[in-house]
């Protein structure tokens, strides 16, 4: 699926509005944001250890990254949404 400019443009406008009318839930998604690129460096970390020959895994790092995009996407929506 491709997005148009036209749903783009939108979505930015949407943003914009939501995010004003809405600090709580911007506020939220500001901490899913976090939560997401915190899970990802601590996957890459455990990555770069695997690299380095240690014989460990990153299944349970891979696991919250996942949980915190899930989390990040919610947010997303509850903003774009209005709802708490």
């Given at each position: 699926?491709?997005?148009?400019?036209?749903?783009?443009?939108?979505?930015?406008?949407?943003?914009g509005?939501?995010?004003?009318?809405?600090?709580?839930l911007?506020?939220?998604?500001?901490?899913?944001?976090?939560?997401?690129?915190?899970?990802?460096?601590?996957?890459?970390?455990?990555?770069?250890?695997?690299?380095?020959?240690?014989?460990?895994?990153?299944?349970?790092?891979?696991?919250?990254?996942?949980?915190?995009?899930?989390?990040?996407?919610?947010?997303?929506?509850?903003?774009?949404?209005?709802?708490?």
């Amino acid at each position: 699926m491709t997005i148009s400019e036209e749903q783009k443009v939108a979505a930015v406008h949407r943003l914009g509005v939501m995010t004003s009318k809405h600090p709580k839930l911007k506020s939220r998604l500001a901490d899913a944001r976090l939560e997401l690129a915190a899970a990802i460096l601590a996957m890459d970390a455990v990555e770069e250890r695997i690299q380095a020959g240690e014989k460990i895994h990153s299944l349970q790092e891979q696991a919250a990254v996942e949980q915190a995009k899930n989390a990040h996407a919610q947010a997303l929506a509850d903003l774009l949404r209005g709802e708490y």
